[in-house]
């Protein structure tokens, strides 16, 4: 049996269309096959001739002919009707059929579509080949100015940024990546070098060392040459802001005489020496000593054991001819906490001083340009004076004073000085993640693959589940490009002297860092993979980028750690844990949360999916608010019930734990928002306003979404709004999509920086 | 003003305690020492001198002394008080202050707790250093045999797993890492070698080529030498599998006379080159020609532009002999898509042969032992025999042929026959899941970190956090261990002639290929994330397996793209995009859905909390059907809605692919479930048992719980029950925290493959 028995049986022609396009997805079934036999039965109005050449056209086991569909495809492309019945219809009537027989098969034609699944004017145009979608006429177009959102985003940094590209862009920066570890290291040294020479790493200190205290400077500087190499950013790091700055906040003028001017032009290459291979997370159980010995005026620094040793040290390996070894003071056998100690590793020639042992941390996931290693003090004596002794000193009759009584308060304030890592951190890995998205949009722009039948394969940025994957990323990436730029403006403006704000910017500065490297991290990864085979290639740079700023998460205490401290703090109102909720901490919440989304909770706003609704950032605020209070609140009457049940403190932070990182992780969220909104406020051109109100607005919505299940379960939402909330996220994106490739321009790298060979 | 002066004012003593707290965790804020200044006010009970003293006690600018502290906290740890009222109660009357005195201070008293927030009787434990805390009482424990479990494990494979880790304790495998990219490469064709010599190459090849017709056998080998180096997991998969098994499926008698034993002993080493740089997921499209040239009976494979060079080929950059191309066949100007062909590309000694041209991928993100390259050919000549025509062949005449006349429907069979590879390489990067959880679980249960105050640290992996960062992905791994095995064995034992079995299990194995890779591609980022800085350093390993098995997620197929595919295949029921939802499709699905999770969505049921229920596999298995159920009929009704108001097919696919996505990842998560329950049915061991029902409910509750916002919306759950199910996850995770590093252990990997430095 095949096609070409039609030709006998005119009538059937009827049916043509439908079973063509039942084959021409895939193979009919058996089951749809036995259907179709019991549907044309033997009482039906054809005859056993027609219901036997029938039967063959949906007989799975001889599916059509190439050479017949063509014919018929061919003759269904040519015709002129609309809906699929006409077609059969006409054809049939063409082919000898009567009028009146085809009436009697109606029925059974409608039974067959009902069957098949084939009814509607859609199958026709896809036979023509006509397949115009709007899918496929997407495409990049820009509503603003590139230029104007880079002068934005930039601001006052503008000039800083110009003067370090064009550092960037000389020939000792343009060579080719070096391959072997030791090759790496000294790569990234000569870069050191070449930047400190132009006056870029001391730029943070004050004027008489060799700097211009511009302290928003060096963050810029850090940011900028992240775009370059992170290994470069992290050396500079370690060298000017972690080495250079310890000795200016914790030292005192005869250190800051003494070492500052050689740190900034890189002669006193120095490290960070905090962490040992025992304590990381809780570095106030470090368990190095420095002794004070009176008789010589000197410390002794020693390492009790394995575990006592300095681990992961940044430029120790190699290049360091300093340390600030934080170390446990001992003075006349009494323990007064952490403090801070310049002791030398290494003389001028570099080789390692009599005490000291180095190890090499050898390669790792990234950041092999930077020399990690391991060091050991056997009873290393240095003098008195090199103690840093800003907050705390030993006095000349050998007796520890410091205006700090309380040791634990001493070494958080001394902590509390460095906090400027926490800002730098994470504003060098958002460079990695605007370069990624940079490289994975242009190349989900140019990069073509599927597409209508018949036509041209159309960009993959096109599909609705590529736009899902990279645009909310990008939005992100600019909420917390404002962020931690909101975030530097209140760290360098505050009033030392304002412990409160001091240390709520500490733990903001914490929480930020947390979630923009995650976020970093995760878009990195998202990245990689929507450029597929391309995302794994060395040349591509995306892996490396990923490598590279993967330990950032860890960098200045693990993130989920962060968040702890950050929830901690904000229940520090409640004071001690057994206290929680005291009523007078409760009335506190409850007037704070007075005037935002609490009001918003009736039966209207919770159902409320109007589009301006949606879009409106007074709702998106209100939600944040709403979540970070009643997170606060629920964590404390949660704690205060676990302890007055009788739980010791200590476990019930522990059974809270996940309650107390979701309400650190809500606070962020709100700050962020808070800066993003800050910021637009402040935009005048009126394009760029609109593009980033869609942006932030898609980052707000998106917050949102992640967050339905908290949403619903606290009766903020009704699932129709949270359902409509998803679909605005998947409008935004579709909008964004032709903004996309011009919001990745914005950013302003150059495309050697970039450095994918996919580009082109 | 100092605490020495309430020598002066015994009454004072009583407030002491509470001072004391509010001190120890924090300075006191300025506007709690004014609240106090309110509370004591001259109206008061307190004498003018002893409202004095007190207020300097609360002063911010003046903390305690160290030594006042010390000394007040010696007497409080000597007290036998519980609460802290007796405690300031029993100082002041041993310091003078009388019965009466005290009886007028206890309003105060009262308030001055209410503003501190200090009552309770946790305080005087705390001062006490008496931290019992069952955070930190918490250690590992097996409630089962190691070794049972490990059999269960390895089933019937138990035997070849030995023999290949036998093998890989030989000194071959004993030697230091290679560093440079050739000599990774070269290490990792040696090693290949040796399997090959020890015939674990041709496992799956027929007896009379050297094999033993173990295809279950390859997939073991593959998946036990991932637990060694995933390049050489890789480049055997890619010689014995692809190249080999292409010969296999693809060719006949001829290819497998001439090929198959040396495809075996490694003799003949070769590259599958199917990806092209233009072409990757839709490949399809693929564009390197093949025509056939009649009167040399002869192929010419051409690659007609850059764009369709082989790019990403395995093997092709070194040590490739020949090459199963994927080519446009064209006989007598007619396409007939995509064929595949032996070609050579070396000879003997290794030299590239006339009109191939070899380009290499160079370093990549992972892998680096594999010789990824591109290949172009200028109209290269091969004899007819070298097409692979198990499908469809040339005759003696000149004419193509084929018994799957559909050139579509040929392709897809054709690529059906290579399902294996989707098998394979979920089952190797789950290897690297489980050694990563290896290391990250022993390391927490090692490293130690804070702890309440004077006591030891505790065990990081008494965290709660960091149990809910690990435990649930150790669960998801043994879930996906069952699900990967079951879907082996069907595919193994089912009917070649059963197409749609055949199109069920490709479908199922695209999608657990996604699912599973994802997992572990978050698995190790969070055991890196969760060893810190140890995580970071190579020696260590996780980083390692991290970049080795992040192209897991892109290999056969892009996970998004291959979740599409799934969805599509769920939906080709309703045939036609245009007709999707014909009644009796719909009928169908209510069919289904009977008696399974419908019956559930009840106001009992949806709010039900029962221990016993949220435990109950019937519970799990019901909500995820009911998912599965849900988002399949949701999405046909969707796409039929779109396509009826008027919007083409391919747009509307467009639109919903979101909706496609999350319909075929239910899908696969009910799958899995599905095996792991029949599995369970299957263990006899009532301590296995126990542990694994266990461990497979997390697996459970913890999909439920990444969900609940779909279960809230679609009325499936109530808030309550969300919430109850977050508390079961957390429960559970606890309670399996001390079986979390036997669980590690009965994965049976030996610790030198393991290699991570930490665990010693």
Known sequence: MSWNTLADHPRLLLFVPSLLLAWDDAALTSEESDALGQLIGADGPLTSAERRALEALADPASPPMMADVLRWRTALQRSEAVHF????????????????????????????????????SEAVRRFRNEHATRTAAQNTHASFSVAALTRELHGDQADLIERVLRVLDRPAFQVPPAVDLHAQREQVLRWCHELAAEGLGSMAYP???????????????????????????????????????????????????????????????????????????????????????????????????????????????????????????????????????????????????????????????????????????????IPKAEMLDAFAQVDDQGRFQSTIENPDRRFFTMLGTLVGGRIAVPRSALSAAKSGLAIAIRYGDQRRQFGPNGVAEIPILNYRAHQRRLIPALATTYAL????????????????????????????????????????????????????????????????????????????????????????????????????????????????????????KNPLAVRNIDADHLADPEFHRNALRYREHQLLESAARRLQRLVKDGMDGFHAINVAQRHLIAMAEAYIDRIILDACHAKLAAVNDPELRRVLDKLIGLHALHTLERHAGWYLENGYMEPVKTKAIRRQVDQWCWELRQEAVPLVHAFGIPDRLLGAAVLG
């Open 207 to 381: 004027r008489e060392f060799g700097g211009v205290a511009d302290m928003d400077g060096y963050f810029t500087v850090m940011e900028t040459i992240s775009l370059f190499d992170h290994s470069l950013a992290i050396k500079f790091g370690v060298q000017f802001g972690l080495w250079g700055m310890s000795v200016q906040a914790l030292g005192s003028n005869y250190h800051h005489q003494r070492y500052l001017r050689d740190i900034g032009t890189l002669a006193a290459p120095g490290c960070f020496a905090m962490t040992e291979t025992g304590h990381g997370s809780n570095v106030q159980g470090l368990r190095t000593t420095a002794m004070y010995l009176h008789d010589t005026r000197e410390f002794e620094i020693h390492t009790p054991d394995a575990d006592a040793q300095k681990e992961y040290i940044g430029n120790a390996a190699m290049h360091g001819r300093y340390a600030t070894v934080f170390a446990k003071l001992i003075v006349n056998d009494v323990d007064h906490g952490i403090n801070a100690f310049i002791v030398p590793l290494r003389d001028a020639k570099g080789d390692v001083l009599p005490g000291i042992t180095i190890g090499d941390c050898g390669p790792k996931h990234g950041l092999n340009g930077v020399d990690n290693g391991t060091i050991r003090f056997d009873r290393v004596r």
């Open 481 to 600: 490009h404002f962020a931690l730029r909101s975030m530097t403006t209140r760290f360098l403006a505050h009033d030392r002297s304002d412990e409160t704000e001091g240390r709520r910017i500490e733990a903001q500065a914490a929480g930020l860092k947390a979630v923009a490297t995650w976020h970093v991290s995760q878009t990195l990864q998202t990245c990689r993979e929507c450029c597929g085979g391309k995302g794994y290639l060395s040349e591509n740079r995306i892996e490396g980028l990923r490598r590279d700023v993967d330990i950032h998460t860890t960098f200045e205490g693990d993130n989920t750690v962060l968040l702890q401290l950050v929830g901690k703090s904000r229940l520090q109102r409640f004071r001690q844990v057994f206290g929680i909720g005291g009523p007078m901490a409760l009335l506190r919440l409850a007037l704070d949360k007075a005037g935002t989304g609490i009001t918003e």
């Open 85 to 120: 019945r006409d077609l059969g219809r006409s054809l049939a009537l063409a082919n000898g059929a009567s009028g009146e027989d085809l009436a009697a098969l109606l029925p059974l034609a409608d039974a067959l579509d009902e069957l098949l699944g084939t009814l509607s």
